[in-house]
């Protein structure tokens, strides 16, 4: 057992549990954030995404040992009413089926948008190549993406 | 006030019982009493409009579905009516099983006379107050209106809606030409903010506080069972409460649960097991079994003849007297179901009463076989189906909620099963591997005239109806051309587990149909489009999606293939580079009768292409040294964002009733798919171009 630090959602948290506890269950179960998915528990499928100090990681695959002291934001804290750029894109343009994969793949958006406000086709299929939709619904990612680039642009 | 049940559930349910006054989980919540004239729909004291949603949502749009329809009818909007999910129970909702593309055939028309039941009492209780004729009112936002009078709102209406007796009050459904939402409307799915935000609660988040967590550890290689497990190690492991044999099939597919306070703790715990299997089959191989079926093809004869045995073909003249025909073997590989969220339930077995929370397809139909199966009266059992992350077929089945089952009654509190991404993509219950072999007499101008379709395969273990060659051929044989001929199935037994994928056999039969037919066009230089229009057969639904995809897709296109299954008609038209292999281009263009909701039915054209696109290109499940080799996204090979081609879904309009389209539209965008990256080469087998087994 350890005591380990994180800063979640702008929330200060102290865990104590085994250092080499993966985030994702740290997250999930001691925190009560779900958002972030379990869909393969070994970095290979991206339903889990999060920011990590500012950056997308994947929680699955980043034990609590290692990520203390780091300043986590789920999908929980990415707005308060649910209303991010992204999240608005998602809703306008009708991206989800079966929903599991979607909070890692808005995350993940918000960290390329992050980067590079206006990504090229190339760059968003780079961008989300591990982040796997078993429903298929890529081709409404694509646009949601465009859309999510315009509304950010259209703000600042 | 209550009616008769087949009222409302029409010819899906044979039985005609009196509805309780109020069914489903918020039955007798809410402020006033309500109107609630049936199990689908009710307006409460606040004039809220709750529709009960008798099928569980697992990505396919049930629930937005029965939101248009009684929003229509109702006269309010979509995003006015608050959604419940029905708790297994067939008694009162008939069949809830998501399966065989049913939903949107079966239950439009109850949902919808539900709505306007409801809708027509309000009317009638406006009028009556008002003392004017019913013929002279409306409904509208939320409101009965009258010219001249000041609109009354539905939460005044409800308790005067509710007194009346609904056998003197006429029920008509609002007629297509004045429809605002069906077919029309814009909304998207009814749970997407709850999606976007994280809020969506699907299996893992259902469970009730305080449950367990168990991981079970599975047979190393297929059929193994446990011979001795030394527990020790585990049990010491901190967060560790209990290990639990599961013996299938009663506790799911067998082996070892490592029941703990949270999910690492029971990863931990079993890791730490040493189990010690027996039996099974430890040297099956995949490819072994594939060549196996197809060795029990029967010899090849000639084909089918035109004019039955002995007559010439025409045409065979000409060609010097060798009979002019094509003959060709596809391999079908197993697949896996791979939904998003691992297979998992939560049950809490108490002593008398057993609560289950899981995704499944089939709350109902669970709930009836949990009865069976632990001696219960179905009053004991409470099934609550949860979102489902992706379903394909996969949770028809009852595994994960039996092992959830066992580790609660040993453990004494409600335990949540959780399978890891390993666990889910090596004890699926795979689609079936097939042989196919297809033989066309071909006529001088390379037009088939007979053609002869061989099939080996296996059973579905997870339902014994599948064991019969006449139902596998019933499920797989859709062929909608007029070629004569015949189709033969041999089924062996199945060396593994087997189930419902989407499509079910249409997958495997009508890829290898379309592929042939593909190559019997090119061999006789035909264009792909104008060859299916002259062997369609008159009057065929399909001569409307075949043109409105060309009219898209352009010229001379590579890959074209049509379906006609579930009283929907689809072509699928596709553009691919074969050096690359890359699938630039598919166009589909569908009929379903009714399009209930525009961009659900385009999504699930476009979540089929992508199944296509992903089992053409390369995802199998094999088998080595008795054991699935596949264990994660990483190697069993889904397409990415990457892969995607652009895609176009063209809906045509028709006069045809409701159609299924949940699976329509996977059989021939595969075809489409691989006959276009094939190009000039043969298309002998799924996936396209790799080994395949
Ligand atoms: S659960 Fe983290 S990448 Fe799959
Ligand atoms: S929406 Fe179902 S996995 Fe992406």
Redesign the interface.
């Known amino acids: ?1 350890g005591r380990f630090r994180l800063q979640v959602n702008g929330r200060r948290q102290v865990v104590d ?2 250092g080499d ?2 985030l994702l ?1 740290v997250l ?2 001691e925190l009560g ?10 970095g ?2 991206g ?1 889990c995404v999060s920011l990590i100090d500012g950056a997308a990681g994947r929680p699955c695959v980043r034990t609590v040992e290692d990520a203390d002291g780091a300043r986590v934001t ?3 804290g ?2 308060e009413h ?1 209303d991010h750029p992204v ?1 608005r894109a ?5 991206v ?8 890692g793949q ?1 995350m993940t958006v918000v960290a390329l948008l992050a980067r590079v406000p206006d990504p090229s086709d190339a760059q ?3 961008a ?15 646009s949601a993406v465009r859309r999510a680039a315009s509304l950010v642009r259209g703000a600042s | 006030m209550t009616v008769s049940r087949r009222t409302f559930l029409g010819a899906a349910l044979v039985v005609a019982v009196p509805v309780p006054a109020l069914a489903g989980p918020a039955a007798g919540a809410g402020p006033a009493a309500g109107l609630t004239p049936n199990v689908f729909v009710r307006v409460d004291g606040r004039g809220r409009v709750v529709a009960t949603v008798p099928r569980p949502d697992t990505g396919q749009g049930v629930r937005t579905m029965a939101a248009v329809l009684v929003a229509e009818e109702l006269a309010v909007e979509v995003e006015d009516v608050t959604l419940e999910q029905a708790p297994g129970d067939t008694a009162t909702y008939g069949s809830q099983a998501v399966a065989n593309s049913t939903s949107s055939r079966q239950l439009a028309t109850p949902l919808r006379t539900a709505a306007a039941t409801a809708r027509c009492l309000l009317i009638a209780a406006a009028a009556a107050r008002w003392g004017v004729p019913a013929a002279a009112c409306t409904a509208r936002g939320g409101r009965v209106h009258h010219p001249g009078r000041r609109p009354l709102a539905y939460r005044d209406l409800v308790a005067d809606a509710a007194a009346l007796d609904p056998a003197t009050v006429p029920v008509t459904l609002t007629p297509p030409e004045r429809w605002r939402l069906i077919g029309r409307t814009r909304a998207g799915r009814s749970d997407a903010r709850d999606i976007v935000t994280g809020r969506a609660r699907y299996g893992a988040e259902s469970a009730p506080r305080g449950s367990l967590i168990a991981v079970v550890a599975r047979p190393p290689w297929i059929g193994a069972q446990v011979a001795a497990v030394d527990d020790g190690a585990a049990r010491a492991v901190d967060g560790v409460v209990a290990v639990v044999r599961l013996a299938a099939p009663a506790a799911g597919q067998g082996g070892v649960a490592v029941v703990a306070s949270s999910t690492a703790a029971a990863l931990r715990g079993r890791e730490a097991l040493t189990v010690t299997w027996t039996g099974g089959t430890p040297a099956a191989d995949s490819r072994a079994w594939l060549d196996e079926l197809e060795a029990a093809l029967p010899p090849a004869g000639s084909p089918v003849r035109p004019g039955g045995p002995g007559t010439a073909f025409p045409g065979a003249a000409a060609d010097g007297g060798a009979d002019p025909y094509l003959r060709r073997v596809y391999r079908m590989p197993l697949l896996a179901h791979a939904p998003m969220e691992p297979m998992n339930a939560t049950a809490h077995v108490t002593a008398d009463a057993v609560r289950v929370w899981a995704p499944v397809q089939d709350p109902g139909g669970l709930r009836t076989q949990l009865a069976r199966s632990l001696a219960l009266p179905e009053a004991r059992i409470a099934v609550t189906p949860t979102l489902a992350g992706g379903a394909f077929g996969r949770r028809i089945e009852p595994d994960a909620v039996l092992e959830a089952i066992a580790c609660s009654r040993a453990a004494g509190k409600p335990v949540s099963v959780r399978w890891t991404r390993d666990d889910d993509t090596r004890h699926d219950s795979y689609r079936p591997m097939s042989v196919h072999r297809l033989t066309a007499a071909l006529d001088a101008s390379g037009l088939p005239l007979t053609r002869t379709h061989e099939v080996v395969t296996w059973p579905l273990t997870v339902l014994p109806a599948f064991a019969n060659p006449a139902v596998v051929r019933a499920s797989g044989d859709h062929f909608p051309y007029t070629v004569p001929g015949d189709v033969s199935v041999a089924l062996r037994p199945a060396p593994i587990r087997t189930g419902f994928w989407r499509a079910v056999y249409a997958g495997q039969f009508g890829y290898a149909e379309e592929c042939f037919l593909s190559e019997i066009a090119r061999h006789g230089g035909h264009d792909q489009v104008a060859f299916r229009r002259r062997l369609l057969p008159a009057g065929s639904r399909l001569h409307a999606v075949l043109d409105a995809a060309a009219a898209k897709a352009g010229p001379a296109p590579a890959g074209v293939a049509c379906h006609l299954e579930y009283g929907s008609a689809i072509a699928v038209i596709a553009d691919a580079d074969p050096a690359t292999r890359r699938v630039r281009r598919v166009t589909a263009a569908v009929d379903v009768g009714v399009p209930i909701h525009p961009s659900g039915v385009i999504a699930q054209v476009e979540g089929a292409i992508l199944d296509a696109v992903s089992t053409v290109l390369g995802a199998q499940i094999t088998v080595r040294d008795g054991a699935v080799v596949q264990s994660s996204f990483r190697d069993y090979a889904w397409a990415r964002i990457g892969d995607c081609p652009d895609i176009d879904v063209i809906i045509v309009g028709s006069q045809a009733p409701i159609g299924g389209l949940g699976e329509l539209a996977y059989p021939p965008a595969a075809a489409a798919i691989a006959s276009a990256l094939a190009g000039p080469e043969p298309v002998t087998g799924m996936p396209y171009g790799v080994p395949v087994g």
């Open positions: 057992m549990v085994p506890t993966p269950w999930r179960e954030l779900t958002g972030p998915r379990y869909g393969c528990g070994v290979a499928c339903a789920t999908i929980e990415l707005s649910g999240q998602w809703v306008d343009l009708d989800a089926q079966c929903g599991y994969c979607q909070p808005i968003i299929d780079e989300l190549r591990d982040n796997v939709c078993r429903c298929g619904t890529y081709p409404r990612i694509r």
